[in-house]
Each structure stands twice: as C-alpha cells, then as structure tokens.
Nanobody, 118 residues
Framework: QVQLVESGGGLVQPGGSLRLSCAASGRIFSIRAMGWYRQAPGKQRELVARITSGGSTNYADAVKGRFTISRDNAKNTAYLQMNSLKSEDTALYYC????????????WGQGIQVTVSS
C-alpha cells in the first residue's frame, strides 16, 4: 500500500522558517508531480506549490519569493522550504502526489499544521 508521510510542521514566529517534507513509499511505478496545498479555517484548500518529475515548478502568488519546493526523485520525497513566514500562512498543509501506483492509493497526505504566531 502506498503511503504519504508528511513532517516538519509546527509553531514559528513571524519572519521565521520551516521545512516540510513529504515522503511517498510503497509500490510506486512513477510520480509525475508532487505538490503542497493548504487549508486555513473557513477557507477552501488552495495550491501552494507544485513540482513535476522534470523539475518544473509553479507557486501561488502569495508565496512566490518566500517558499521553495524541491524534490528528491530517488527518495520519492518533496520538500517545501518556507521562509519569511507570515501569520496568513497559518493553515493545515497537505501533500498531494500525482502518481501511478499498485493497489489502492489516497493521493493526499494526512495534513500537517503550520502555525505562524508571536
């Protein structure tokens, strides 16, 4: 069974940094893209950043210049480096994977909390 494991969230002061990781494991044939989404209370889930297997990236306007997504294809892991964090970045962050796998697969991680507060 394919699993997505997210890590790296927590509480940070405004202006601080966090690094999120999302590791996919199991019978994975190929991963076309990995991405991070977030959902704040009372709001819809939105794309934060996404990276393809070829390294192409796209970012939400709100995080451009502050967040950087990267991936290690050999480890099936994506990272989200978040710098200059703001209170409005507070949300539940979800990893999403576009992949071809064997067996049942939930393409969403369980979510990890990021709280930016003084």
């Amino acid at each position: 069974q394919v699993q997505l494991v997210e890590s790296g969230g927590g509480l940070v002061q405004p202006g601080g940094s966090l690094r999120l990781s999302c590791a996919a494991s199991g019978r994975i044939f190929s991963i076309r893209a990995m991405g991070w989404y977030r959902q704040a209370p009372g709001k819809q889930r939105e794309l934060v950043a996404r990276i393809t297997s070829g390294g192409s990236t796209n970012y939400a306007d709100a995080v451009k210049g502050r967040f950087t997504i990267s991936r290690d294809n050999a480890k099936n892991t994506a990272y989200l480096q978040m710098n200059s964090l703001k209170s409005e970045d507070t949300a539940l962050y979800y990893c999403n994977v576009d992949a071809t796998v064997s067996g049942p697969f939930d393409s969403w991680g369980q979510g990890i909390q990021v709280t930016v507060s003084s």
